[in-house]
């Protein structure tokens, strides 16, 4: 098991649960996921982060940013201002077996949890 966790967010995998072999979650709540939702999620972060770099320098201090991307069964939205941002991902389960979600973290766990998923997936890479 590989686990990382931190005031207000944790995250661990799991391999040898069949399935679901990921968690996700804060002090509070936490839903698991399967690989291939987990690869879709830290893709769609990874992307949200990545726009968010690309026009913070663009920014005034005051300035306020919404950034949302969608890869199903993902939508995330970064919310925040140049310098730091909340994250809220919903898992959309459209089909009769698969569950839905939504999760939140605000800020600073946000980069927090966010920083943990680039880890944990650079490392499985």
């Not at 399935?19 to 879709?40: F, M, N, P, R, T």
């Not at 994250?87 to 980069?111: D, V």
């Amino acid at each position: 098991m590989i686990k990382y966790d931190g005031p207000g967010w944790r995250l661990a995998s799991d391999f040898s649960k069949p399935y679901y072999s990921y968690l996700i979650g804060d002090d509070h709540w936490a839903v698991e996921v399967s690989k291939q939702e987990w690869e879709v999620l830290v893709q769609a972060v990874i992307e949200l982060i990545e726009q968010h770099k690309k026009v913070k320098n663009q920014l005034m201090p005051e300035e306020k940013i919404s950034l949302e991307f969608e890869k199903p069964p993902w939508w995330a939205l970064l919310d925040g201002d140049k310098n730091s941002w909340s994250l809220k991902l919903i898992l959309n389960g459209e089909s009769q077996n698969t569950r839905s979600a939504e999760l939140y973290w605000p800020i600073p766990k946000a980069q927090l949890i966010t920083s943990a998923m680039r880890t944990m997936w650079d490392s499985n890479q």
